[in-house]
């Protein structure tokens, strides 16, 4: 990466959306209490976090000289996310391309949470992370960052379901310090990172969504 990372790419595309322009955010639709794993539930809620599909391929490929590039951590195609709140809870879903693996392999399905959009707290901002620690098979581990650095501490264990291809959580807004506040906040999903503690991590191993850095922001 250098002495610049990916500076430059975050430039090229500040400038673009900047100087030729983009669609407007799509808003938030209205608070709505989710049952997890109803079929329906997530079919009125809005926005839709896209993402592109078929970037979990297995590398195994001669490079320059004498090099050969292998790289086999591809396993979940993020596709999609969506975020849903009531009065009481947030709830997370994510759809992959095709079904989920176990919840049992490590650094499974990722979330990432930045509840403040202050990049000085928290890991590169994030102040919270769900399923750093394998999920069991009712509920996920949610946790808050300790010290801005890679080191985190559980808070709470909350619901989840899986079933297919698509994952779905429920967090208590007290856990992340939202009672009651109206809602700002960054996420993103990665899948199968290798290299914890290491944000570049997620432009080269896994899946991640949105890509390298960005997140995706919801705001009410």
Not at 131 to 143: D, Q
Not at 157 to 171: G, P, Q
Not at 173 to 193: A, H, Y
Request: hydrophobic share 30%; net charge positive.
């Amino acid at each position: 990466w250098g002495d610049k990372g990916d500076v430059y790419y975050l430039q090229l595309i500040d400038n673009v959306r900047k100087f030729k322009g983009m669609n407007p955010p799509e808003k938030v639709s209205a608070p709505k209490t989710i049952k997890l794993g109803k079929p329906g539930e997530w079919d009125n809620v809005a926005p839709a976090y896209n993402h592109y599909k078929g970037n979990t391929s297995h590398r195994d490929h001669v490079g320059r000289n004498n090099t050969y590039y292998t790289n086999n951590t591809g396993r979940n195609d993020i596709v999609k996310a969506k975020v849903a709140r009531d009065n009481q809870f947030l709830y997370f879903y994510v759809e992959t391309a095709e079904k989920l693996s176990s919840h049992k392999e490590s650094n499974w399905m990722l979330l990432f949470i930045d509840i403040d959009r202050d990049k000085s707290t928290g890991w590169n901002g994030y102040d919270y992370i769900v399923n750093r620690k394998s999920p069991t098979g009712k509920t996920v581990v949610i946790e808050k960052n300790i010290g801005n650095r890679w080191e985190w501490e559980e808070v709470e264990r909350s619901s989840y379901v899986v079933k297919d291809n698509r994952l779905e959580i429920k967090i208590d807004r007290k856990t992340v310090r939202q009672d009651g506040k109206p809602l700002n906040f960054e996420f993103k999903w990665n899948d199968n990172m290798q290299e914890n503690g290491n944000i570049m991590d997620f432009y080269v191993n896994g899946d991640t969504a949105p890509g390298g850095r960005f997140n995706f922001v919801y705001c009410e």
